[in-house]
């Protein structure tokens, strides 16, 4: 009801009668129309003349109840006279009764009839400003300027602005400010994509680099058994990487599909002429989204713990492979060669022995793959949406990186994993990156100064290169060096002494 409503916030041409009530303690109440009596003669008769309460009233200017410089209310006030005289006249003179009847150029000020006033040459609407449209572009600029989210520009600008819009005005300032869109949050986790567990032993194999006291090794896990070999390397050249996995290969055999990430030595030409050779197909992760090649960082996981707190680190990696997975009872080893090898735990030579361990088995994996899934789902994920070429990106910082600027790219291209696309800067720069790396953006918010050199946010390994090859820099004296990297080399300015 108006009357509880503040005074300041009701309508001007009710403000005059609640100041005359706030005289009376009134309780109003809601009545319906069928249950009002009709008044009496008596009840319409005047009351003789009196002398009125207050003897003189006090004038009370609007401009001193509100925070406006006095230039900024004359600008106001006088761009109102010239842009918005047709609504100043309506208030005026008084609305149609039908809305069709009331002229284009004020019709969508319809809803706000009744809250509309015009004091000193300005609308109000309750205590909030409508603002003329040349000053709108200037307003949303001041409501934006601290960069404050959607949901709080608004609650800035209702408690003291109006105009037709403003909600959706504001929305879109915001998402075309270039500054927000380069500092935002993480993107939500996605729903959960399993990898279809392979119906045969070493059918699909993961593998990656990593280092333990000062050592370095290969780590090869099967994704059908869960079996590991953890070999050490004398050096991660391509070659010596190649040479374990060789010897790996010659003992479990050759897989059909291998995982790796993006990193050297995986991306080098020597590696996928050896994959070609030996008839591997080699698929590679989004570039920081390890999770794509899950197994194999679980697995590192697993045996950077096992050898920190084992005195033999060959007989924790059988202990290992020899102690059944809770999913199917059955131990890596025996999921891979179809027996238990031989611990250092006392064993019938009757459990020793060669059995069949395939009844089942892959839908047992499929039903635990469809659990884990179910219980990831469960926090808080959300499909992000799908996006297509030509789109404009923002690319999310590197987790290793110093910086939290999200870049400005464009999408060229889906990739053939799921949920990765490769992206072109403004240095014509393309990388791939993981759809949880890419946020939708828009063309005004993803415009650069022509001063700004867009920085190189990516390592030689990430750039594509279809095919991989060795890049070759030629210098000349009329044409720029630019690196590997897409970064244009710049010779030091001398004094010419």
Request: hydrophobic fraction near 35%; include cysteine; proline fraction near 7%.
């Amino acid at each position: 009801m108006i009357v509880k409503k503040p005074l300041a916030s009701a309508p001007m041409r009710l403000q005059k009668m609640l100041l005359k009530l706030q005289w009376y303690n009134l309780k109003v109440c809601y009545r319906r129309g069928k249950d009002m009596t009709v008044a009496d003669a008596l009840s319409r008769e005047y009351l003789p003349e009196a002398d009125p309460e207050m003897e003189t009233l006090e004038n009370v200017n609007m401009f001193n109840m509100l925070d406006v410089t006095p230039d900024r209310y004359l600008d106001i006030a006088h761009r109102t006279r010239l842009e918005l005289s047709d609504l100043c006249s309506m208030i005026v003179n008084g609305w149609p009764d039908i809305k069709s009847e009331t002229p284009l150029c004020v019709r969508e000020y319809w809803n706000s009839r009744d809250l509309l006033s015009v004091t000193d040459g300005i609308v109000f609407k309750g205590m909030r400003i409508v603002i003329p449209p040349s000053l709108r572009s200037h307003m949303l600029k001041l409501i934006h300027e601290s960069h404050l989210g959607i949901v709080k520009c608004k609650q800035r600008a209702r408690e003291v602005l109006y105009w037709p819009a403003m909600n959706a005005a504001i929305e879109e300032e915001v998402r075309n400010c270039p500054k927000c869109a380069m500092y935002q949050n993480k993107q939500s986790r996605e729903p959960l994509v399993p990898t279809i567990t392979p119906e045969i032993p070493y059918g699909e194999v993961g593998c990656d680099l990593f280092e333990f006291e000062q050592k370095k090794y290969l780590m090869i896990v099967d994704y059908h058994s869960r079996y590991f070999d953890a070999i050490e390397l004398k050096s991660t050249t391509t070659s010596a990487v190649v040479s374990a996995m060789k010897a790996t290969f010659s003992c479990h055999g050759i897989p059909m599909k291998l995982r790796s990430d993006n990193g050297p030595p995986f991306n080098s030409q020597e590696f996928h002429l050896f994959c070609d050779q030996y008839g591997i197909q080699h698929t590679t992760s989004s570039p920081h989204f390890q999770s794509s090649n899950g197994e194999a960082e679980r697995a590192i996981q697993t045996v950077k713990k096992l050898w920190r707190k084992s005195d033999d680190k060959y007989l924790s990696l059988l202990n290992y492979r020899t102690t059944p997975l809770e999913s199917v009872n059955l131990s890596p080893a025996q999921l891979l060669m179809g027996r238990r090898p031989r611990n250092n735990l006392p064993t019938r030579t009757e459990l020793l022995k060669s059995r069949n361990t395939r009844q089942n088995l892959n839908q047992q994996m499929k039903d635990i793959k469809e659990k884990q899934k179910l219980y990831y789902d469960r926090r808080h994920v959300k499909e992000l949406p799908r996006l297509d070429i030509g789109d404009p990106v923002r690319v999310a910082p590197p987790e290793n990186s110093n910086t939290k600027e999200w870049k400005p790219a464009t999408v060229v291209e889906q990739h053939k994993q799921p949920r990765s696309y490769v992206v072109e800067f403004n240095n014509n720069q393309r990388l791939r990156r993981n759809r949880k790396h890419l946020r939708g953006a828009n063309a005004n918010a993803n415009r650069v100064p022509e001063l700004e050199e867009e920085p190189d946010i990516a390592s030689d390994s990430e750039i594509m290169h279809d095919p991989p090859i060795m890049l070759q820099t030629t210098i000349t004296a009329d044409k720029p060096v630019v690196t590997s990297s897409g970064r244009v080399v710049r010779k030091p300015e001398r004094l010419d002494l």
